[in-house]
């Protein structure tokens, strides 16, 4: 006998907890497994402030973790795993286990699967920034957690920079590493950034280099055109191939692509808009031991970044990947 009236949510991150609340608005029980300590997912835990209103993320975000800690039809389970799954659609027998290794079998119609993403690592490869060489070659995590501090300063001497530049697409749009989709959010966050710095350090200059510049939503008119016209944040169409140290200075090397001509720049600091890969979640703990209940999902092939491609999928995008349903009809989409 199955229990179609529990469903079972893997992730509590901004997907998971969504999910959660409207499987209990309909009247059904949830059991939301996280892996750490705590909800929210990677914003609350890594970023400063939101888009689109640079709104403080537990100021943003606090209601609707509170909403869950205190909806008596969510079962939250913390720093708890799915080992094992056995069962079909409508019937499925998971086994969670804890921190501490118990183990206990929960009895689901349907699954919900919200792992997420993790950055991107701006040292692999092709990646030609120097991120692990110099110092004041941060990305945009970091600056966020320059932001929670409250000062935007050089890493190397502790001053405040007075040249600043974004470099878009770290990670992202880029064949040579089998990352060949857009991140959707690093172009509206970079542009947040920006506004951040010059309202703490009103006389740096601050650049971003963009291929296009990508703003989803309506992050258009309240970041993108505020930064230029309210900020005056210069948006430089150019490709950046090199970033090396030049005296206690970062010279970016590239290419102005709206002028069609080499261009060498300075900079105190630069910050690499890394983008987002499938969180390790998916491969280690979530999907290894759910593959045979998402029969009809499977991962894309070994080098291209899709998380889940299902039997009949509408065009995905990479924003919404993050969530497979398998629902007790059988039937199967994203959220
Ligand atoms: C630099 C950057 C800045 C951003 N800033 C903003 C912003 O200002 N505003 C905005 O709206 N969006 C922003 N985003 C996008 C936002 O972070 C994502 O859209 C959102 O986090 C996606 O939520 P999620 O629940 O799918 O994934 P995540 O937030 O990644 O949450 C996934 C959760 O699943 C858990 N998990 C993973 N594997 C397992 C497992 N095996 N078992 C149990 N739990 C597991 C993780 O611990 C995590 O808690 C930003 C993204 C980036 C990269
Ligand atoms: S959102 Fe912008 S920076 Fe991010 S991958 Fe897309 S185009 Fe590049």
Same mark, same amino acid.
């Given at each position: 006998? @199955?229990? /179609?009236?529990?469903?079972? #949510?893997?992730?509590?991150?901004?997907?998971?907890?969504?999910?959660?609340?409207?499987?209990?608005?309909?009247?059904?029980?949830?059991?939301?497994?996280?892996?750490?300590?705590?909800?929210?997912? /990677?914003?609350?835990?890594?970023?400063? %402030?939101?888009?689109?209103?640079?709104?403080?993320?537990?100021?943003?975000?606090?209601?609707?973790?509170?909403?869950?800690?205190?909806?008596?039809?969510?079962?939250?389970?913390?720093?708890?795993?799915?080992?094992? !799954?056995?069962?079909?659609?409508?019937?499925?027998?998971? %086994?969670?286990?804890?921190?501490?290794? /118990?183990?206990?079998?929960?009895?689901?119609? !349907?699954?919900?699967?919200? /792992?997420?993403?993790q950055h991107f690592d701006p040292g692999r490869? %092709?990646?030609?920034?120097?991120? =692990?060489? =110099?110092?004041?070659?941060?990305?945009?995590?970091?600056?966020?957690?320059?932001? &929670? +501090?409250?000062?935007?300063?050089?890493?190397? $001497?502790?001053?405040?920079?007075?040249?600043?530049?974004?470099?878009?697409? *770290? @990670?992202?749009?880029?064949?040579?590493?089998? $990352?060949?989709?857009? !991140?959707? *959010?690093?172009?509206?966050?970079?542009s947040k950034q920006s506004i951040e710095i010059?309202?703490?350090?009103?006389?740096? &200059? *601050?650049?971003?280099? =963009? #291929?296009?510049?990508?703003?989803y939503g309506f992050w258009e008119d309240q970041? =993108?055109?505020?930064?230029?016209?309210?900020?005056?944040?210069?948006?430089?169409?150019?490709?950046?191939?090199?970033?090396?140290?030049? @005296?206690?200075?970062?010279?970016?090397?590239?290419?102005?692509? %709206?002028?069609?001509?080499?261009?060498?720049?300075?900079?105190?600091?630069?910050?690499?808009?890394?983008?987002?890969?499938?969180?390790?979640?998916?491969? +280690?703990?979530?999907?290894?031991?759910?593959?045979?209940?998402?029969? !009809?999902?499977?991962?894309?092939?070994?080098?291209?970044? #899709?998380?889940?491609?299902? #039997?009949?999928?509408?065009?995905?995008?990479?924003?919404?990947?993050?969530?497979?349903?398998?629902?007790?009809?059988?039937?199967?989409?994203?959220?």
């Amino acid at each position: 006998m @199955g229990n /179609t009236e529990t469903v079972l #949510i893997v992730g509590a991150g901004p997907g998971g907890m969504e999910a959660a609340r409207a499987v209990a608005d309909l009247g059904k029980r949830a059991i939301l497994v996280e892996a750490k300590g705590e909800i929210g997912g /990677t914003p609350y835990s890594s970023y400063a %402030t939101l888009t689109p209103d640079l709104q403080e993320t537990e100021e943003a975000m606090g209601h609707i973790v509170r909403g869950i800690h205190q909806n008596p039809a969510i079962d939250l389970r913390l720093n708890t795993r799915v080992v094992k !799954s056995e069962g079909e659609v409508g019937a499925f027998h998971v %086994t969670l286990e804890s921190e501490d290794s /118990t183990q206990t079998v929960v009895e689901v119609g !349907s699954i919900i699967v919200a /792992t997420g993403f993790q950055h991107f690592d701006p040292g692999r490869e %092709t990646q030609m920034y120097g991120y =692990y060489e =110099y110092d004041d070659v941060i990305t945009l995590v970091d600056a966020e957690r320059m932001f &929670k +501090s409250g000062a935007i300063v050089r890493p190397s $001497n502790g001053e405040a920079p007075e040249r600043v530049a974004f470099i878009q697409c *770290v @990670g992202s749009r880029d064949r040579q590493i089998g $990352n060949q989709y857009c !991140s959707k *959010v690093c172009c509206g966050i970079a542009s947040k950034q920006s506004i951040e710095i010059k309202r703490m350090l009103p006389n740096a &200059k *601050v650049f971003i280099f =963009y #291929i296009d510049m990508r703003m989803y939503g309506f992050w258009e008119d309240q970041i =993108y055109w505020k930064a230029q016209e309210e900020y005056k944040v210069n948006y430089v169409r150019g490709i950046v191939t090199e970033v090396i140290r030049k @005296g206690d200075k970062l010279l970016i090397k590239g290419e102005d692509t %709206t002028m069609g001509r080499p261009m060498e720049v300075l900079m105190d600091m630069v910050i690499l808009s890394v983008g987002m890969e499938p969180s390790k979640g998916v491969d +280690s703990h979530v999907i290894e031991p759910l593959e045979a209940l998402l029969f !009809s999902c499977c991962r894309a092939a070994p080098g291209r970044q #899709i998380f889940f491609r299902g #039997i009949r999928p509408p065009r995905l995008s990479f924003a919404r990947r993050c969530a497979v349903v398998v629902s007790k009809d059988g039937d199967h989409g994203r959220r």
